[in-house]
T-cell receptor, first 113, second 113 residues
Framework: SQQGEEDPQALSIQEGENATMNCSYK?????LQWYRQNSGRGLVHLIL?????REKHSGRLRVTLDTSKKSSSLLITASRAADTASYFC?????????????FGKGTKLTVNP | NAGVTQTPKFQVLKTGQSMTLQCAQD?????MSWYRQDPGMGLRLIHY???????DQGEVPNGYNVSRSTTEDFPLRLLSAAPSQTSVYFC????????????FGPGTRLTVL
């Protein structure tokens, strides 16, 4: 079964607003990653946060990780129409099976101009 | 670098036919994997390989075979296609560990009639 579950399934906002997506997972992890997928394309790696990190930034992206709640959030600030895409979290388990990256079902973000 | 390449881009099969989806990478990555993406299901891991000659099963391996004779290539074989295998298939690669950035190919859209 899939490890990560994103919430909400779909999100529609206006350009310039912030977008927040959440990911919950079930087991202990080594790291959690966020990916973006434009329609009909492959996934692109955005950011990785390790289990001993609580927050990470990359440009307009901010990721937080709460291992006690087994959850992560991705914040995109000052969104643009080009941010329209599906966003997936992926987890690498701690210990056995850590080489496998398991994806959630994704959040579909629409940024309206 | 071409990155991760997949062929074909589109394929239509009849039930019972067999075929091979090709995946190649020119980044000297040890780890390669195959995912399938179905609407509302996110990405599910089919098979993966941690190096030439080493493969293992993911979440949904039934009906698929893989082999890894070279570092560069990781073909996915459908033994006897079924309509349930209609999906978009993505190949991915990364250097080695789960903290290395994973790169995805553009995908193969497969329809089984």
């Amino acid at each position: 079964s899939q490890q990560g579950e994103e919430d909400p399934q779909a999100l529609s906002i206006q350009e310039g607003e912030n977008a927040t997506m959440n990911c919950s997972y079930k087991t202990s992890i080594n790291n959690l990653q966020w990916y973006r997928q434009n329609s009909g394309r492959g996934l692109v790696h955005l950011i990785l946060i390790r289990s001993n990190e609580r927050e990470k930034h990359s440009g307009r992206l901010r990721v937080t990780l709460d291992t006690s709640k087994k959850s992560s959030s991705l914040l995109i600030t000052a969104s643009r129409a080009a941010d329209t895409a599906s966003y997936f979290c992926a987890t690498a388990a701690l210990g056995w099976g850590s080489e496998k990256l398991v994806f959630g079902k994704g959040t579909k973000l629409t940024v309206n101009p | 670098n071409a990155g991760v390449t997949q062929t074909p881009k589109f394929q239509v099969l009849k039930t019972g036919q067999s075929m091979t989806l090709q995946c190649a990478q020119d980044m000297n990555h040890e780890y390669m994997s195959w995912y399938r993406q179905d609407p509302g299901m996110g990405l599910r891991l089919i098979h993966y390989s941690v190096g030439a000659g080493i493969t293992d099963q993911g979440e949904v391996p039934n009906g698929y075979n893989v082999s890894r004779s070279t570092t560069e290539d990781f073909p996915l074989r459908l033994l006897s296609a079924a309509p349930s295998q209609t999906s978009v298939y993505f190949c991915a690669s990364r250097l080695t560990g789960s903290t290395d950035t994973q790169y995805f190919g553009p995908g193969t859209r497969l329809t089984v009639l």
